[in-house]
C-alpha cells in the first residue's frame, strides 16, 4: 500500500505532518515528532511582532551615547544594513535540518512585506526545506476596504516569492468575501501551498475582574467542517498544493481531508494532547481503512468526494443548506404534532 504524497514538490512518506506548535521549539522537540512518524515538520512561527521587538532594540543600542560619542557610531552599522532578526530560529533550522530527514518547513506569521523577503531568504538559506506564511490581518479599520486587504495579503507573498526559490505555503483565514477567487489569485502569484485554515485565538471577557481575557483552547474534531468543505471546492481548481489543518484529532479526520482533496492533513491539538507517538495512530489508522475499503494509494483517494467528484455537488452550496434545515426534526416539535 503506496501512502506517500505529494506536498508542494515535496515528496512525503504519508500525508501526516506536524504543524507549528510548541512541539518544535527545540532540536529534542523535532527529533521526537520525526520518531513519533511525522512526515514533514512545519516550526513553531517566528511572529512580525518579535522582529520589530528586535530591530527597536538593536536601533535604541546603536544611537544611544551618540550625542556625547559621535565617533563610537562609526563602529556599528547601519540598522537597514544589519542582519536583524532572531538568530537563535535560524540556528534551530541549520541544526534541525542536519539532525532529521523529512523536510523542515519555516513559519513566518506575519502582515506586511516590510522586512519578510530578507528573512524568508535567510531561512531557505539556513536550509529549510519550505516557508509557510502564516497570514493573518484583522481589518477592523472602517476606513479599510476589501481590496486594500487583499493586496496587503499579496504584497507579502509577492515580496517573499521574488526572494526565495523554496516552495512558499499561504495558511490563510476564510474571510475574503470571495474566497475561491483569492485562492486562485494567490496560485497564480506564487503560492506552491495553500493551508486551510489558521485557527484564531478570540479574546472574552472577565466578569470578575471587568477585563478582556485570552485562553487558549486546542481544537475538536467538528471544527473541522468549514476546511474540509473549502479543500473539497478548490480541489482540482487552483495550480497549488492543499494542506488541512484544523480538528485533526483522529484517523478519520485525516482521511476525510483527503477524501476531499488534501495533498497533506496537519496536526497540532492531537499531538499537544497526546505526545508526537500519536502521529503513528494517526497514519496507521489511515492505512487500515484504505486496506478495507480498498484503495492502493493515497493518491487514488485523493479528492475522491471533492466537489468535482461528488455524485451531489449541491451537498457543496446553498442548496444543501435548504436540506440540512427541512431534515432537522428537533425532539419538542415532534412531540407537538
Sequence with gaps: MDLSTDYMKLPLK???????????TDLDGIRRLEDGG???????????EQLRQEIAA????????GESFAESLSYFPEVDDYAVGPERYLNLIRRATEAVEIPVIASLNCVTAEG?????????????????????????????????????YLDALKAVRAAVTVPVALKLNPFFSAFANMARQ???????GLVLFNRFYQPDFDLDNLDVSSSLTLSHSLEMRLPLRWIAMLHGRVDASLAATTGVQSPDEVIKYLLAGADAVMSTSALLRNGPSHIQVLVDGLSDWMGRRGFPSVNAMKGALSQAQ????????????????????????LAEV
Excluded at 504519508?14 to 510548541?22: D, E, I, K, L
Excluded at 442548496?319 to 416539535?333: D, G, I, Q, R
Design 310 to 333: 461528488a455524485a451531489d455537488p449541491s451537498a457543496f452550496a446553498r442548496a444543501n443548506y435548504v436540506k440540512m434545515l427541512e431534515a432537522w426534526k428537533h425532539p419538542y416539535l
Design 186 to 192: 494567490f496560485a497564480e502569484n506564487g503560492a506552491d
Design 38 to 48: 511525522a512526515a514533514a515538520i512545519v516550526m513553531f512561527s517566528l511572529f512580525e
Design 58 to 65: 538593536l536601533d535604541h543600542l546603536t544611537a544611544s551615547g
Design 116 to 152: 519578510w523577503s530578507d528573512f524568508a531568504a535567510a531561512m531557505a538559506e539556513a536550509g529549510a526545506s519550505a516557508i509557510e506564511l502564516n497570514l493573518f490581518y484583522l481589518a477592523g479599520d472602517p476606513e479599510m476596504d476589501g481590496r486594500a486587504v487583499e493586496a496587503l
Design 14 to 24: 504519508h500525508p501526516v505532518v506536524a504543524s507549528a506548535s510548541p512541539l518544535s
